[in-house]
């Protein structure tokens, strides 16, 4: 029975994302945000506008709905990708989550019930019918993110563990990968120390 729950929640999110991923890039569905949209096409939020103006940041959304539809579909790197698109699926979820001001209008009674309620209508279905069943296949796959909640953990240089080649006399030394992992640190640490230093020059 979970295996088929599990698989039938893949499908059925899996499903849900592509259409999303390719509805902004071949506009099947005209309500929805897409590439060629009219210019007075009514978007519901703000943020998605936003989103959209700045001329990448809505696209790589969509992007990601793409990829994580298809590893859902194919069942390829499944944890990785529940994790990585969690925000997009929460964002989605606050997006028509956030009714407070529609139950504020209904009290003063400047919006109708019929009008609440639609608004409750759209929270459940635009963001907690994605959100769910999201969060349940996270629950599944748990024990892939244990060791990542580790309260103290022990860092451990690349490839360690693993043996390595030797070099002359069958001696071990490092290898090409490990020397560009250390290199890679140090470059990263020495760009953000002088970030570090031009943030703290701005106190004051």
Do not use: C
């Given at each position: ?5 599990v698989?039938a ?22 309500m929805l ?7 007075d ?21 969509k ?17 990785l ?25 209904w009290?003063?009674?400047s919006q ?13 279905v635009?963001?907690?019918c ?10 599944c ?13 022990q860092p451990q ?9 030797g ?16 290199a ?21």
């Open positions: 029975m979970f295996d088929r729950m698989l929640a893949r499908w059925i999110l899996g499903v849900f994302y592509l259409l999303s991923g390719l509805n902004w890039f071949f506009g099947f569905i005209p945000p897409h590439v060629g949209m009219p210019e096409i009514r978007i519901k939020h703000q943020l998605v506008v936003e989103m959209i103006n700045s001329g990448w940041l809505f696209q790589l959304a992007i990601i709905e793409l990829i994580f539809g298809l590893a859902l579909l194919t069942n390829r790197a499944v944890p990708m529940l994790a990585a698109a969690l925000p997009v699926a929460f964002i989605t979820f606050m997006l028509d989550a956030l009714i407070l001001d529609d139950i504020m209008r009290l003063q009674g109708t019930g019929s009008e609440l309620w639609a608004a409750i209508a759209d929270m459940i635009g963001g907690l994605v959100l769910l069943p999201h969060l349940w296949l996270i629950w796959y748990f024990g892939y993110y244990r060791p990542a909640l580790a309260w103290k953990a240089p690349l490839g360690a563990g693993i043996p390595v080649t070099t002359r006399g069958g001696e071990k030394g490092p290898t090409r990968p490990l020397a560009l992992f250390y890679f640190g140090w470059v990263a640490m020495g760009l953000q120390a002088f970030n570090l230093y031009l943030f703290v020059s701005m106190i004051g």
